[in-house]
């Protein structure tokens, strides 16, 4: 008989043999192993690090209990569970670069050909570099007086490559008592109406919008009463500041200001320039000054503005070199829209030192939170200068421009572009004053407006006032334009009016009331005003900072009476305005009397000049241009001449009427909005106006615009 069986309950099998009939014979027990899984296990070099490095991932350390051979199966999941694709899954080891922060969980399992072993895992985690950030750029610090408008902008912010921005303003720190607030506080350009004197705190946050990492920077604004001399601020204007050795690089101090209105004298000098360097600049106090860089390095300019008591400076470093200079971006002037309308964004004006071909990369920096826009969601070079951009929903959009030369890419310019269904309503209200007693003034919001005419309502509010004030500003009612208000205490009141067109208000707008009812110093001031042909000027307004205003009667004579509570009321410079003749000041000299007559004062009419723009073979710019025509006050003793006249051209198109003044040496200048530069046949960049005794006498003027 034969017996047969298996021992399952051990890893050895027994196979035990009976012989049947004749006898038996038996054999050793034989053993077998059974093949076991092997072990995974993951090696790191580091498990925390900065986006942008590596890491050193090392399966080599598993093992086979039998010594066999292993295959790796290796896994990357990112913190949302997605696998993050590998070319070299199946390698013993690899180096990991990942592409975003976050954390990683690397998986393993190995096989030896028979079984796998379990997955094991570890995590990774890759801490955000200084690249994943947004950079936030405010405007620079301010100083102002109460109640005027202070406008911030973050449109140099940068957002991280890829992101989108938000913005968001605050006020981290403001004057006890104070009771203002941000406006616009979540758009590119915010604004602040200060209540009180003292500093304020300004922050601004922008967040990358995907992955939500923010960067804040500061601004100061220092606020003073408006009986306090405030520092003026010295601005130096640049297109560029990298240059081409032998270039002329022309520096304007225009955008400089005194929030008292006070009439600004420059002071520039060259602080520090290469040591060959013979380099000088055209001019230590004009408005405007040019500079030659004659060899390669480094040039810092230094601009000192002063209103006679108080100063500021300002210093721009300007690099000149014989390397390629980069280009530089023009995204153009901002834009307002209506929704669904195509808007053509030009960067035509941007330039090239060297002269060579551009290319243009667009990026969107902000939309509204409900646009879906994704065209610009990868940007890239294009060739052509024009980009059509098309906004789907209402808000505010930021673009950015650069340009490619073939070999650097330009600094970033935006453009910030509104759409809308109605335009804001515009709110105006008269200067500044000061009263010395608590009659009752009417205060006039005539020239408020709304660009589509809509009538408007007016809003009327005493946001600031001395302690104990317990009045009020009164109107009939919200539609009519003027309101009366009796300033019953020592001190000053800020009066603010916004209006609406029946959509939406406006900007707030403010004027501040300073009542110090104290003895005056007093100076009446007479004299004859006449053109250059010696005729009288008549209707001409005269008047100075927080002062009554006159008019020049028949014969062109006036009689003002300045008034002052610090100081020699002859410190009060005089301001000549009327469409007859060119806005400018009179700086009137030092004296303790009670009269002064100014006698016989020429003053600059306005008078016609054909003027045309024709373009060098050279030039590539955009075709409509302006340019701005500043007054000497060569020939005008005293005076000053501030704003500019400003006019449109389009370039080959024939000539433009043209009113300038009269007569005088003026300077041309190109807008910041237009590149490249402008002269006459001579080579000039200025020209004498002369005065017509006949102003319908032909007068021609040939400009030439270059790249």
Known sequence: MTRCFKDLGSILLILV???????SKSTAPVETKVNQAPIAQIDLDKSTFILASSVNISGEKSK???????SYHWQIKNEAGDDYPLDNSNANAFTFTPEHFGSYTIMLKVSDAKKTSPTVS???TVEPNAQSYPVAKTSDNMINKVGNTNWFNADKSLASSGQQLTYKWEIKSKPTQSLS???DSTAVRAYLIADKAGRYQISLTVTNIENQLSNTSTLILDIDDIVTNSSPVAIIESSQLDFAVNDLVKLSASESYDSDNDLLDYKWSIEKQPLTSTSFLSSSTSEFVDLTLDVEGEYHVKLVVSD???SNENIIIITASNQ?????????????????EIIELNASASSDSEGQTLEYEWSLISKPATSGYSTLSEPKLITQSKFIFEPDVIGEYLLSLRVFDGVDYSNSDQVHILVSENQRPVAKLGQDITVSNSDTLLIDAGDSYDPEGQPLTYSWEVTSAPDGFDGAILTANEYVSFASFKPSLSGSYTIQLTVNDGIQNSIPETMVIFMVPIEWRELTVTGLLIDKGGIPLSEIEIGGMSQKRVLSNDDGK?????RSQTSSPSEIPLLFKSTKVKAGFLVLPETEDEQLDLGTVTLPVMQSKNISVKACNEYTGENDIMINFHLSNSGYKDMRFIWPERSYFTVNSGEKEVFLPAEGEIMMRLSAQSKGSIYLDNGASYFTHNYQADDTQPDSLVITICN
């Open 17 to 23: 043999l009976f012989g049947c009939g004749g006898g």
């Open 64 to 70: 086979d209990p039998e010594g066999d051979d292993l």
């Open 122 to 124: 570890s995590i990774i």
């Open 181 to 183: 607030e941000i406006g």
């Open 308 to 310: 006679k008591h108080l």
């Open 324 to 340: 390629n200079i980069i280009p530089v971006a023009n995204a153009g002037a901002d834009r307002t829209a209506i929704i669904n």
């Open 558 to 562: 006036f009689e003002l009476l300045l």
